[in-house]
C-alpha cells in the first residue's frame, strides 16, 4: 500500500477553494521559494522541528542523541541536520514537545478516514478537499491515488500547486480534479529562477494546456516584497495571463507566519524584517490586472 | 469602525453615553421600604409582608423621567444603582459593606451616609432572612459540601429565583385590570371553611394589592409627566410627556392599544417584578412574536413610523440597561460583570415550521445593534426554516465583537421539552431564559436553570483521594480504595459511578432546602400572577402554580472531567507509562515534585482532549456525563404532584462564570491542569487544546447526549475579527452554524469576536475601552468591571481563524 508524508490535516480551511474544506498538506518541493510559508514542507521526508518556546533546555534530547547531532551551547540547543540520522529517538524523550517529527506517513484510506469527519460541513457548504504542500504533486503516485479514491467517493477536489509536474504525469491527474490553483511566482524566468530555484517555463507551459482543456484553473500570484510587488511586474503578468486566455487571478499578500518556521528549523530566512502586506498594499496590482480583463480577488 | 446598523438618535445616543458614564451605586430605598412594611405587618402571613413591602416601594420609592426619555420607571433613585432586598440576605451585605469599592471586579459605590442606613436596619432581618432559613434547613452532610463550596447553592438563599419569561402576551391583551378581575372572580368562589381553599385567599389577596400597587406607581409616573409638562418650555416635548402621561394612565392597568403602550406596559412589568425580587434572567420571551401585532397595526395605520419604534425600542433597552443587581464577592466570580441576564428571544418558528421571522425582528436586531450594551441579552432561535438575509444580519451583529446574539436551535430544543412531557404546542412556542438556557413564556417555574453549581473535578478527585476532599482536607465519605491501590480503569470508572450516586441526592437536597426556604419566606406573587395557571391553582409558583417546572442544575468542569478520564486510561492503565502513584503524588505536589513537570506535560500532550473530534475521549467525556444525566433523573423538586408537569430536574452546562473560582480552590487535575487554573466552561473545551479548528469543536460537542441536557449545552467560541471581513467568510459561516444545528443537532453556540490584542490593551488601558464589551458564559459584560483573572480566562480561549 503507497504512504504519503503528509505534514498537516488542517479542518475549517475557508480560503482553500468552495465551502469548508480539509486541507491535506503534503510534504516535498521542487522549488525553494524563499519566502515560503511552510519551509518545513521542502523535504519529503521527515524532519525535525525545535521550538524554543516550547523547550525547557532540561537537555533530555542531548542524552538520547547517540550521534551528536543534539548539543546544548551556552544552554541554548544547536542541531546538526548532518549527523542526524532520523532515528527520532531525541523527539520522544522530549517532554515539553519542543521536539517534534514534521511529517506523518498515511495510507488513502488512513487519510479518508480523517477527511470523513467533517463530511456534513462540505456537504452543506459544497466544500470538500484541497491538497497542499509543499507540492501536493511531488509524491506522485500517492497523489493520484488519494485523489482518485476522493473522486471516487465524490469530494470535490482542489490542488494548490506550483505546476511544476511532468506533462504526462498532470495529464494523469486531471480527471479526478475539480479546480486547480496554480501559482505563478513571477512572468519572467530568470526573476524566477532567482528566488525560487527554478525557470518558469515548465509552469507557464502546463498553466497553457491546462486552461486548453477547459479545467477550472486560477492563477495565483504570492505578493512578495523586493520582488514581484510592482506595477511593472502586474503589467508583465497582465500580458502574460491574457495571451494563455487565464480568466480568474487571487492575489494573495506576503505574511509572516512562516517566520518561525525557518527559525526552528535552522535555516536563514531573507524576509524577516519586511512587514506582513493588506489587502490595500495590492490593490494597485489588482486594478492593474483588472484592466487586462481578468477576474480578480485579493486573498483566497 | 461604521456601524453596519446605524447609529441612534441624538437623544438615544445622549441618554446611553450618560449611562456608560454611570458609576453602579447602591441604593438603600427598597431596603428601608421593606423594612418599615414589615415592621407594620409583623403578624401577617409572609406573603402578605411581602406584598406589602413592594406596594410601601412603589408607593414612597424616588421616581424620575430621564431627559428626552419616552418611556418611564426607575428601579432605583439613580439609574444603574443596586437596590438592597435585605430579606434574601443581610449577613454579606452589611460585611461587605466597605469593599464594594475596592473589589476587583464589579465595584460598585454606596455613600457613608447609606452604609449607616444599612447598619441600623440590619438588626431587624437577623435570623429572619431567607439565607438564615435555608442554611437551618440544610442537613448537617448537605451543608458541609455547602460551607466546602462543593456544591454551590449561594444564589439560590441569598437572592430571588428568576429565570422566567412571564405571560406579557396576556398581560397586554387584558391589562393588569383583566388578571384583577379573574383573580378577584377565583377568590369569590372560595370556601373560607376549607382548609385548602383558606390557604388561597392570602395568594390572592397579595395579587390583588400588588396589581393595585403597580397600576398607582404607573399613575405616579402619570402625574410627574404632567408636572414636568407644565413647566416644559420646548412644545415637541411638552408634546411628548402629556403623551407619556396618558400612556402611564392606561398601562399598564388596561389591554395596550398602541406598540407605545404594549412597549410602556412590558417595562413596567420587566421593572416592577424586578423590585418585587432580585431574581435574575428574568427575561422578556418571545418579543418580536407577542409584541408584532402592535408594531404590525401602528405601522400599517400610518399612527407609527419605523423609526420611532427603532427609538421606542431603544428607550426600552437602555432601560433594561439600567436594571442592577449587587452579589456577595463570593457569589459575584460565579456571575462575573453583574449581569442581569435579561434575555431578549427572537426568531424561531411558528407551528407546522413556519418561520417566525418578522419585520419587528429585523427591527429588534438594529435597535440591539445599534446600541451595543451588555443588557438585554440577545438570543436567537435558530431553525432549518430561518432565511439566510436574517441570519446574514445575525452575523453582522457578531461582527460588533459584543457577543450577541447567540443562537438556540429549535432542531433540538423542541424535541427536548416533547421529550419532558411539554404539549407539542408549547414546545414549538419556548424562549430563551437568562443566558442560554429555555423555557415555555408564561407556562413555567421560576428557576427553570439552577444556579446549582456541582464541581464535577472536585468531586471526581474526592473520590480518587478516598472520600477526602483535596482542597479542605475534610473527610466527605467513606471510599474503599484510594487511586494509589488502583490496578483498572474500570476501578476509576466505578469510583466515578459512586461519586455520582453519594453527590446528586446531596445536591438535590441543597435545590430542595432553597426551594422550601424560597416557598415559605419569600413567594413572589405578582410575577405568579403572571404564569398560569397560578391564579386558576391559587397557588404561588414555589407552591406548585406553574404548568411546567422542572429545575435544571449546573456541573461546572466537564471539559476537564472527560480529559482526565481519557488521560487515567490512556497513560496509566493503558500505555502503563505512569503507575497511579506517581500520578497522584504529581497532582498532590501541583506537579513541583521530583518529575513532575515531565508527567504534566505527558498528560497535557500525549493524552487526547476534548474538542479534537476523538472518539477515544469524546465518547469517554460524554459517558461520563451520562452517569450524572441517568441519576439526577430520579429525583423531583419541591412542586412534584403538587400540580405542575414535571416537577423534577434536568442537568446543564450554563457554567455562567463559576468555572474561574470552582478552579481557584482545586487541586491540579489529571488533565495537566495545574493548581488553582480555571476549569473548561459550559461543554466547550479546555482552553487551547482544540487544535482542529472550529468543525472539530462542533462534532466534539454533538457527540454528548443533547437530546437530555435541557439545562443547555453552552458553547463559547471565540473568532478572530479578521475571519469576517469578507462577504464570503459571512456566508461560510452561517452555512457552518447551520449544519451544526441541521445535522449534528447542536443546542447553542455564540461568539467572541474580538482579538487578543484589543483586550490585553483593555486591561492596560480601561479608559480607553470603556465599552468594550465580551461574552462571558451565556452572557455579555463589560470588560472592565471583570475581575484580572476572569478577564485572562476570556484572553486564553483558543481563537479560530477563519
Not at chain 1, 512572468?187 to 530555484?197: I, M, Q, V
Not at chain 1, 482543456?213 to 516584497?225: A, D, N, S, T
Amino acid at each position: 500500500m503507497t504512504k504519503g508524508l503528509v505534514f498537516n490535516i488542517q479542518r475549517f480551511s475557508i480560503h482553500d477553494g468552495p465551502g469548508i474544506r480539509t486541507t491535506v498538506f503534503l510534504k516535498g518541493c521542487p522549488l525553494r521559494c524563499r519566502w515560503c510559508a511552510n519551509p518545513e514542507s521542502n523535504q519529503a521526508e521527515m524532519e525535525i522541528l525545535h521550538t524554543p518556546a516550547e523547550c525547557v533546555s532540561c537537555r533530555s534530547c542531548e542524552a538520547v542523541c547517540r550521534y551528536g547531532a543534539i548539543r546544548f551551547q551556552n544552554g541554548s540547543f544547536h542541531y546538526d541536520a548532518s549527523l542526524c540520522t532520523h532515528c527520532f529517538s531525541c523527539v520522544g524523550a522530549c517532554p515539553t514537545h519542543a521536539l517534534a517529527v514534521e511529517g506523518s506517513w498515511y495510507t488513502v484510506s488512513e487519510l479518508m478516514e480523517e477527511i470523513r469527519k467533517d463530511d456534513p460541513f462540505y456537504k452543506k457548504t459544497g466544500g470538500g478537499v484541497t491538497l497542499s504542500g509543499g507540492e501536493p504533486l511531488f509524491q506522485e503516485e500517492f497523489t493520484k491515488e488519494l485523489l482518485e479514491e476522493l473522486k471516487k467517493q465524490g469530494y470535490h477536489t482542489n490542488i494548490e500547486t506550483t505546476g511544476y509536474t511532468s506533462r504526462e504525469y498532470l495529464e494523469s491527474v486531471v480527471p479526478f480534479l475539480d479546480l486547480i490553483y496554480m501559482d505563478l511566482k513571477h512572468p519572467d524566468s530568470g526573476e524566477h529562477l532567482k528566488k525560487t530555484g527554478v525557470p518558469n517555463d515548465r509552469i507557464i507551459s502546463n498553466m497553457e494546456w491546462l486552461l486548453k482543456q477547459k479545467v477550472p484553473l486560477v492563477v495565483r500570484i504570492p505578493v512578495i516584497p523586493r520582488f514581484n510587488h510592482s506595477r511593472e511586474t502586474a503589467r508583465s503578468y497582465g500580458e502574460l495571463l491574457t495571451k494563455i486566455h487565464a480568466r480568474e487571478v487571487h492575489l494573495l499578500p506576503f505574511h509572516q507566519f512562516g517566520m518561525g518556521k525557518w527559525k526552528a528549523l535552522g535555516l536563514k530566512y531573507d524576509y524577516e524584517n519586511d512587514k506582513t502586506m493588506h489587502e490595500e498594499d495590492v490593490r494597485e496590482m489588482a486594478d492593474i490586472l483588472k484592466g487586462y480583463g481578468l477576474k480578480v480577488q485579493i486573498n483566497g | 469602525m461604521e456601524n453596519y446598523f446605524g447609529t441612534p438618535s441624538p437623544r438615544i445616543a445622549k441618554m446611553r453615553e450618560e449611562l456608560l458614564d454611570t458609576k453602579p451605586q447602591v441604593c438603600v430605598e427598597r431596603a428601608i421600604y421593606t423594612t418599615e412594611a414589615y415592621k407594620q405587618h409583623k403578624d401577617k402571613m409572609k406573603i402578605l409582608q411581602r406584598a406589602y413591602a413592594v406596594e410601601n416601594t412603589l408607593k414612597k420609592m424616588t421616581i424620575f423621567i430621564e431627559d428626552g426619555g419616552l418611556l418611564a420607571g426607575n428601579q432605583a433613585s439613580v439609574n444603574r444603582a443596586a437596590p438592597i432586598f435585605p430579606e434574601y440576605a443581610i449577613d454579606w451585605v452589611v460585611e461587605e459593606l466597605d469593599l464594594w469599592e475596592k473589589r476587583d471586579g464589579d465595584a460598585f459605590y454606596i455613600s457613608e451616609e447609606n452604609k449607616q442606613v444599612i447598619r441600623d436596619i440590619a438588626p431587624f432581618w437577623e435570623g429572619r432572612t431567607l439565607k438564615d432559613k435555608g442554611l437551618a434547613l440544610m442537613p448537617p452532610l448537605a451543608r458541609k459540601c455547602y460551607d466546602l463550596g462543593i456544591i454551590k447553592v449561594e444564589g439560590n438563599i441569598t437572592a430571588g429565583d428568576g429565570h422566567l419569561a412571564v405571560n406579557y402576551e396576556k398581560l397586554l391583551k387584558e391589562g393588569l385590570g383583566g388578571i384583577r378581575k379573574e383573580t378577584e372572580e377565583a377568590k369569590a368562589k372560595l370556601h373560607y371553611s376549607d382548609y385548602n381553599d383558606l390557604k388561597k385567599v392570602y395568594f390572592y389577596d397579595a395579587v390583588l394589592i400588588l396589581i393595585d400597587a403597580s397600576i398607582a406607581f404607573a399613575h405616579r409616573y402619570a402625574a410627574l409627566a404632567r408636572e414636568q409638562a407644565a413647566s416644559c418650555t420646548d412644545p415637541k416635548r411638552k408634546e411628548e410627556l402629556l403623551r407619556l402621561a396618558e400612556v402611564c394612565m392606561r398601562v399598564p392597568e388596561y389591554p395596550a392599544e398602541s406598540f407605545y403602550e404594549a412597549v410602556q406596559s412590558v417595562w413596567f412589568l420587566q421593572l416592577i417584578l424586578q423590585i418585587e425580587s432580585n431574581g435574575h434572567s428574568l427575561s422578556f420571551g418571545r418579543f418580536d412574536q407577542f409584541m408584532y401585532p402592535y408594531y404590525k397595526k401602528d405601522i400599517e395605520s400610518g399612527a407609527m413610523t419605523e423609526d420611532e419604534a427603532l427609538e421606542l425600542l431603544e428607550n426600552l433597552w437602555l432601560k433594561t440597561f439600567t436594571i442592577n443587581k449587587i452579589r456577595s464577592n463570593s457569589h459575584t466570580k460565579f456571575s462575573a460583570g453583574s449581569p442581569l441576564y435579561q434575555n431578549v428571544c427572537i426568531g424561531g418558528q411558528l407551528a407546522g415550521g413556519v418561520d417566525a421571522v418578522n419585520p419587528l425582528s429585523f427591527l429588534v436586531l438594529k435597535s440591539i445593534g445599534q446600541l451595543k450594551l451588555t443588557q438585554p441579552n440577545l438570543s436567537v432561535r435558530y431553525h432549518k426554516g430561518i432565511s439566510d438575509e436574517f441570519m446574514y444580519d445575525c452575523i453582522q451583529m457578531i461582527k460588533l465583537g459584543f457577543g450577541m446574539p447567540s443562537f438556540n436551535s429549535d432542531e433540538i430544543i423542541i424535541d427536548q421539552f416533547i421529550d419532558k412531557g411539554v404539549a407539542p404546542e408549547d414546545a414549538v412556542n419556548y424562549s430563551s431564559i437568562g443566558c442560554i438556557e429555555v423555557s415555555i413564556p408564561g407556562k413555567f417555574g421560576l428557576r427553570c436553570s439552577g444556579m446549582n453549581f456541582l464541581n464535577f473535578p472536585r468531586i471526581l478527585m474526592i473520590t480518587l483521594n478516598q472520600g477526602v476532599d483535596v482542597t479542605s482536607g475534610e473527610k466527605i465519605y467513606d471510599v474503599p480504595m484510594h487511586f494509589r491501590d488502583m490496578t483498572s480503569f474500570e476501578q476509576v470508572w466505578q469510583a466515578w459511578v459512586d461519586t455520582v450516586k453519594f453527590f446528586t441526592p446531596i445536591s438535590v437536597t441543597l435545590d430542595n432546602c432553597a426551594d422550601y426556604a424560597l416557598e415559605m419566606e419569600t413567594p413572589d406573587s405578582l410575577c405568579s400572577a403572571l404564569v398560569d395557571d397560578c391564579i386558576k391553582r391559587g397557588k404561588h409558583l414555589k407552591e406548585g402554580g406553574a404548568i411546567y417546572d422542572f429545575i435544571g442544575p449546573l456541573q461546572v468542569g466537564i471539559a476537564n472531567l472527560g480529559d482526565s478520564l481519557a488521560a487515567i486510561k490512556k497513560l496509566v492503565f493503558e500505555e502503563k507509562r505512569i503507575t497511579p502513584g506517581e500520578l497522584w503524588d504529581a497532582l498532590m505536589s501541583n506537579f513541583e515534585n521530583e518529575g513532575g513537570w515531565r508527567i504534566q506535560q505527558m498528560l497535557l500532550h500525549d493524552a487526547p482532549k476534548y474538542g479534537n473530534d476523538d472518539d477515544y475521549v469524546d465518547k469517554l467525556t460524554a459517558d461520563a456525563y451520562q452517569v450524572f444525566i441517568d441519576e439526577i433523573a430520579k429525583y423531583h423538586n419541591t412542586r412534584y404532584g403538587r400540580g405542575p408537569i414535571g416537577g423534577g430536574y434536568f442537568p446543564g452546562t450554563s457554567s455562567i462564570s463559576a468555572n474561574v473560582p470552582q478552579g481557584a480552590n482545586l487541586c491540579a487535575t489529571p488533565d495537566g491542569r495545574k493548581k488553582g487554573e480555571p476549569l473548561a466552561e459550559g461543554c466547550s473545551p479546555t482552553h487551547s487544546v482544540d487544535t482542529h479548528g472550529p468543525t472539530a469543536v462542533f462534532k466534539s460537542v454533538s457527540k454528548l447526549p443533547t437530546l437530555k441536557l435541557n439545562g443547555g449545552v453552552l458553547l463559547n467560541q471565540k473568532l478572530n475579527p479578521s475571519s469576517l471581513q469578507q462577504e464570503r467568510d459571512i456566508r461560510k459561516l452561517i452555512l457552518m452554524l447551520r449544519t451544526f444545528f441541521d445535522d449534528l443537532k447542536g443546542y447553542h453556540v455564540q461568539y467572541n469576536v474580538v482579538d487578543k490584542e484589543t483586550l490585553l490593551d483593555a486591561q492596560k488601558h480601561p479608559e480607553a475601552h470603556r465599552d468594550l464589551i465580551v461574552r462571558v458564559a451565556g452572557y455579555s459584560a463589560f470588560f472592565n468591571v471583570l475581575s484580572t483573572e476572569t478577564q485572562n480566562d476570556i484572553i486564553a480561549r483558543t481563537e479560530h481563524v477563519l
